[in-house]
């Protein structure tokens, strides 16, 4: 990984070449900024920069020479990656899915949590990086350097350490060893504990602009046509961005059925109501939870197009098209209590509440409601 390999960012690059062109490289680094940005692309971009041996003049890594082939290669013997996983019966190490995260980075360069919970077959889980691995790291930091001047130490989610494994390692952050350097990598250092925060020197990533992210969708082969209104919606964010888009026909059936729920209640045809509340219940839980989610998004969207501020809005063509129209039915009389009746179904959906009844509720609320 080169610097010329993250899109974007620029200001930042040229910082992290000055800290190594210097020699001042500071013993922690908190790469930190939401989710979806390069963060995680730019610190492996740093450690193949500090490890190279042979930079080029326009200040990047070489990516020939053997520190470089063993970065490509996650094979780097004083480099260690250290990141959240889901605790197996005896162990709980990084080390146990090296070669998961090796094909999750090559998969999922900008670092989606989720596609990592697929990875690990453990969707519904919440992975953390736990004592034993900070014991690990202890044990392996001890080693002198063999190849490089300095171990360096990426670490994917510090946020998801345990208490326990964050004390574990304070003190090595707090005095560390005169040739390790940790790159922390975060996307939300709010929930670091704070005395490891307060001993590291942070970066701020800020989020791509959609023109960057138009670029980058483009880069990987979307058609230009199809990435401006993707772009709007996922604010920076690349992870996002690509969910948008695979997700495409899904959201054209929400947006359809959204579509369908309004129009007829509008016209308070409650037969086909009863049929729409059993077709959108086929969705499964899931599939219905994240309609109303996409539901909300959009009542919310028709009260604020009232505005007149195209930049508050993240709708697609279609969708702007219909809430054109749509949206005189929205206003301050009835948002608050559409919104509180979306929620209220979503959260009776999660608990299993059989999903005929709950959208067939909903549907007859929304025809009182668009009458206000």
């Known amino acids: 990984m080169r610097f010329a390999d993250v899109p974007g960012h620029e200001a930042e690059k040229q910082r992290l070449r ?3 062109d210097n020699g001042r490289i500071p013993h922690a680094l908190l790469f930190e900024g939401r989710s979806g940005s390069g963060k995680f692309m730019l610190a492996r971009a740093f450690a193949s920069y500090i490890h190279c041996t042979d930079r080029t003049p326009d200040g990047d890594s070489c990516g020939r020479c053997a520190a470089c082939r063993q970065m490509d290669e996650f094979s780097h013997i004083d480099t260690l990656y250290s990141f959240p996983v889901v605790k197996k019966k005896n162990s709980a190490l990084s080390d146990d899915y090296a070669a998961e995260f090796r094909e999750f980075l090559s998969e999922s360069p900008f670092m989606d949590l989720e596609r990592w919970l697929v ?6 889980s919440q ?3 736990y004592v034993e691995e900070g014991n690990e ?3 392996r930091l001890t080693f002198m350097t063999r190849r490089s001047r300095y ?8 946020e998801r350490m345990k208490e326990e494994t964050a004390n574990k390692l304070l003190k090595l952050v707090e005095e560390p060893f005169s040739d390790t350097i940790f790159l922390m990598v975060s996307n939300d250092s709010r929930l670091i504990l704070p005395t490891i925060y307060s001993r590291t020197q942070r970066i701020n ?7 960057e992210l138009c670029g980058i969708l483009i880069e990987k082969g979307f058609e230009e046509a199809d990435v401006a209104d993707v772009a709007r919606q996922a604010e920076g964010n690349v992870n996002l961005a690509l969910k948008l888009i695979n997700e495409s026909e899904e959201h054209k059936k929400f947006f359809n059925l959204f579509v369908e729920l309004m129009r007829k209640s509008y016209g308070r045809k409650v037969s086909e109501l009863r049929e729409w509340s059993v077709e959108t219940a086929s969705l499964g839980r899931e599939g219905c939870m994240r309609f109303i989610d996409y539901s909300t998004r959009l009542v919310r969207e028709s009260f604020v197009s009232h505005l007149n501020v195209d930049e508050l809005l993240t709708m697609s063509r279609t969708e702007r098209d ?29 608990a299993n509440v059989n999903s005929k009844i709950v959208f067939f509720n909903v549907a007859i609320r929304i025809i009182m409601l668009l009458r206000r």
């Open 18 to 20: 000055d800290m190594a």
């Open 119 to 124: 990875k690990l077959d453990k969707i519904n």
């Open 127 to 129: 992975p953390q990086i």
């Open 137 to 139: 790291l202890l044990r």
């Open 151 to 158: 171990k360096t130490v990426l670490m994917w989610l510090p």
């Open 205 to 211: 990533i800020p989020r791509y602009s959609d023109n």
């Open 322 to 350: 219909f809430i054109s129209k749509f949206s005189p039915f929205i206003n301050e009389r009835n948002v608050e209590d559409i919104i509180k009746l979306m929620d209220t179904a979503r959260r009776d959906i999660a």
